[in-house]
């Protein structure tokens, strides 16, 4: 069966972002998380649709790199020809404008394929999301940490 636009978008799993900030002074590069997106990647479980670097200048302008424009990227430099660069130049705006100027953020846009029958399943069955969210580690850490300290361990 031939896939059209429709049925790619019927297929697939639900696609999520993220934005890591490294602030100014704090940056220790060594490519370690890029090696282990493209792990994820390859392993099948996310496909990655977009990748961004971004750099807030002391100004407040923002420089906006691509993947291949990236040096400390090449683990995840394999996966371009699938990278689907989604991210528009308004995007990019307001993605920068929660830095702080000399930081420097990663930015990624992934389909969680590991989902993916799961959501198409829904959606045959004429269901829709309508809420969805992450809950920070440091807020899970927080709260056993709170209970913890409550129960005097």
Do not use: H
């Amino acid at each position: 069966m031939e896939e059209t636009p429709d049925t790619a978008l019927e297929e697939l799993g639900p696609v999520d972002y993220l934005v890591i900030e490294f602030p100014a002074g704090e940056q220790n590069f060594t490519g370690e998380a890029a090696e282990e997106l493209a792990k994820l990647a390859e392993s099948g479980i996310i496909r990655i649709l977009d990748v961004l670097i971004l750099v807030k200048n002391e100004d407040g302008s923002v420089d906006a790199m691509e993947l291949d424009e990236t040096p400390s990227a090449d683990a995840i430099r394999a996966l371009e020809a699938d990278i689907a660069e989604i991210l528009a130049a308004e995007d990019v705006e307001m993605l920068a404008e929660a830095m702080e100027p000399g930081s420097v953020a990663g930015v990624v846009v992934w389909e969680n394929v590991w989902a993916a029958p799961f959501a198409s399943a829904a959606r045959r069955a004429g269901g829709q999301l309508i809420a969805s969210g992450r809950i920070p580690i440091q807020a899970i850490v927080a709260s056993i940490e709170a209970e913890l300290a409550s129960e005097g361990v």
